[in-house]
């Protein structure tokens, strides 16, 4: 069964579609290992949360068209609406945890920084005494999953530490966290660019949302983040336009309409002049 999102037919697998293959699991959450080569060529997304541990691992992840090298003692985080897809190569050992997102909410708060963040890096490498740690707790939650009296408040308690770990070892990678913790400014404009890019497309709107001056905007996101502000409302745009063509049936003309365009015109040559060729092209390529 697959549902459908208020965009139109766009596939998004539900939980229930990986409970023939579960090792442990209840309704709202899944533990599953990972064995040898596995692909997934079309690209979907989930409705839930999901953290892969991979122990000793090779292959390629692809999420929101972003290519990243699979590796030995890695997380990969994938949050729901993420469009993906992989090759996992032969040899392969990894873990997976499976979260509905009314649960996932009961240890969110441990995830310490900006969900954007772990969207922006979904790949984590792990020291080998934090691969341990995690290691363990997957451990923990696939045997309280198989108890006959498991219990959920123990389940949330181990995933919170989880994501304390996976946070941990985040912050080392989030080149630009520092930024937004110095600059609040930019880290609204960012939340505000996830809430109103499909109707909002010109750096004024943000601008007058921070009380501040679309020119002084501009220049803090080229000082800080080293790119205009309208780059990133594009970026955003660009994103996911790409996931409405690889993921739904919906014509060009529909998903300039969906995405806030006036015409399908203006916004094919959009498309073209950020991603380098058509909608068409990339819906087909």
Not at 36 to 60: M, Q, T, W, Y
Not at 116 to 122: C, E, K
Not at 236 to 260: D, H, N, W, Y
Request: aromatic residues 14%; neutral net charge; glycine residues 4%.
């Amino acid at each position: 069964m697959k549902l459908f999102d208020e965009t139109g037919y766009i596939p998004v697998l539900g939980i229930h579609e990986f409970r023939k293959g579960q090792l442990a699991g209840r309704e709202e959450f899944l533990f599953n290992e990972l064995h040898g080569e596995r692909h997934i060529d079309k690209p979907h997304k989930h409705d839930f949360f999901i953290i892969n541990l991979f122990e000793s691992a090779k292959g390629v992840h692809n999420i929101d068209f972003h290519n990243y090298p699979i590796g030995n003692k890695q997380i990969h985080v994938l949050f729901p609406g993420q469009v993906h897809t992989w090759s996992i190569r032969p040899g392969t050992t990894g873990y997976q945890l499976m979260i509905q997102q009314h649960f996932f909410e009961r240890f969110a708060s441990f995830f310490r920084f900006s969900f954007s963040n772990y969207i922006n890096h979904p790949v984590i490498p792990l020291t080998s005494d934090n691969f341990k740690l995690l290691k363990y707790e997957f451990d923990a939650i696939r045997d309280e999953l198989n108890s006959p009296d498991s219990v959920q408040e123990v389940i949330s308690a181990r995933a919170a530490v989880i994501a304390a770990i996976v946070s941990k070892e985040a912050e080392k990678i989030f080149t630009d966290l520092k930024v937004f913790q110095s600059h609040p400014r930019l880290a609204e404009f960012s939340l505000l660019i996830d809430k109103f890019y499909k109707q909002e497309k010109l750096v004024s709107f943000y601008a007058s949302k921070l009380h501040i001056t679309a020119n002084y905007l501009n220049i803090l996101c080229k000082k800080h983040l080293y790119v205009p502000a309208t780059k990133l409302i594009q970026q955003r745009v660009l994103l996911e336009a790409k996931r409405l063509l690889q993921t739904t049936e919906l014509s060009v003309k529909e998903i300039a309409f969906e995405l806030g365009f006036v015409d399908h015109a203006y916004f094919s040559n959009f498309f073209k002049a950020q991603a380098g060729i058509t909608p068409t092209q990339f819906r087909e390529g």
